[in-house]
């Protein structure tokens, strides 16, 4: 696991490999740059920021869902050797799904999308129709109040009911039977997508005026009866229902489990910026690049492990899983309102060159793995009495599977 704090690296020097993950991928040709910064999360020492609108942000995502239906409904429709791009059109409509829900509902909700109150309410309460995900205005008044305030990673935050719960993850077990727990017994288990998905439902409707109901009924009326006239009900269900549901809740509890660490149990200090800062790390999908100056056999070897481990590895766990800002979900946290927030990793970038007064240093895990890892041990390291299942026997399953997207 490569845990880093900024400027630091046991045996290495200040700030040696902070950038020297990222940096040692320049040693590719320069029109890889920008793709591999976006693949990471991080931008190579001196890169030329790009900033994208928010507006682009939403764009990308309508866009990838919609290409991700249509190579689907060309599978479909061609039938035979042409259903093998079915895994294509099911990670591009995902993928749009958890942009749209990760980071333009978020903002919505935060009322920072395009910073126009009623503009950034209408788009999120359609998202969370579209979606059947969480009430927009029930999520916006939970998140900043349980999540970006003093009950942050306490038992009022919904992130932590969710992992005492609804994964059943509790302080004392071991990495590997949280692992196991989260594996076998929650992802595997059709009775718990079944419970998510009724809970996903519930969430919405329990709060939804009855003419956001009816609204909703009209809209998904409407993709049903055009299904049975066009004779498209493999497409729908195909296309859409298995990417909103199953795919949907594996990426949707993989990222959960990456979100924030869990304070020590000899924290004695619970407030303040250093310690709302220590419970947040960004995530960079990569690895170090092979060495110049390898013989040619081993250069060869060194750079095909790399390329496989990167597309293979890296890539489906930053398209699927930590989709758009979720890799700098730190810089989120300490500011939560920045109107830079569609340059996401170049303006965490920056701050973490200089972070602002009061704040610790920024620190990165590189790995879907290693970040889950290091979540797993923080909770088993946690004080069992403050984090005690027990005590959170009054919260309904209902909002504590709709918490899972905090």
């Not at 017994?185 to 919405?204: D, N, Q």
């Not at 620190?363 to 088993?380: M, P």
Request: aromatic residues 10%; charged residues 20%.
């Amino acid at each position: 696991m490569v845990l880093l704090d900024r400027g630091y690296e046991p045996g290495a020097g200040r700030g040696a490999d902070a950038a020297g993950i990222r940096d040692s991928m320049r040693t590719l040709p320069g029109v890889l740059a920008l793709p591999l910064t976006f693949l990471t999360g991080k931008p190579h020492t001196d890169q030329r920021p790009v900033r994208l609108s928010p507006t682009a942000h939403l764009l990308n995502a309508l866009l990838s869902t919609a290409c991700g239906l249509a190579v689907t409904g060309t599978a479909l429709t061609l039938g035979a050797g042409w259903l093998a791009l079915l895994p294509l059109g099911w990670a591009m409509t995902l993928h749009g799904m958890r942009n749209l829900r990760m980071m333009i509902f978020h903002q919505c909700a935060h009322q920072n999308m395009w910073a126009r109150p009623r503009q950034d309410r209408v788009l999120g309460r359609i998202i969370a129709a579209t979606l059947m995900i969480q009430h927009f205005e029930r999520y916006r008044t939970e998140h900043v109040a349980d999540h970006h305030a003093l009950h942050h990673m306490t038992l009022r935050d919904p992130t932590v009911q969710a992992f005492l719960v609804s994964l059943e993850l509790h302080p004392g077990m071991t990495r590997r039977q949280m692992w196991r727990t989260v594996l076998l017994r929650k992802l595997a288990s059709p009775v718990f997508h079944a419970r998510f998905l009724v809970a996903r439902a519930r969430s919405y409707w329990s709060t939804a005026s009855r003419t956001e109901r009816a609204l909703t009924l009209a809209g998904y009326a409407t993709a049903a009866g055009l299904a049975t006239w066009l004779h498209g009900w493999t497409f729908l269900l195909v296309g859409w229902v298995l990417p909103l549901t199953l795919f949907y809740q594996l990426s949707n509890t993989l990222r959960l489990c990456v979100k924030h660490t869990f304070p020590a149990a000899t924290t004695t200090e619970r407030r303040g910026k250093a310690y709302f800062g220590s419970l947040t790390n960004a995530i960079f999908l990569g690895e170090r690049a092979p060495a110049p100056g390898l013989p040619l056999p081993r250069r060869l070897l060194a750079w095909t492990r790399w390329w496989t481990r990167m597309l293979l590895v890296h890539f489906p766990a930053r398209y699927l899983v930590l989709t758009g800002d979720t890799v700098c979900h730190d810089f989120h946290h300490r500011h939560p309102m920045s109107r830079r927030w569609g340059a996401y990793i170049f303006e965490r970038a920056a701050d973490d060159r200089a972070p602002g007064r009061g704040w610790p240093p920024y620190r990165e895990v590189w790995g879907l793995v290693a970040a889950v890892n290091l979540v797993f041990d923080s909770l088993a390291a946690a004080d069992p009495a403050e984090y005690d299942p027990a005590r959170l026997a009054e919260v309904s399953g209902r909002e504590l599977f709709a918490a899972f997207d905090d």
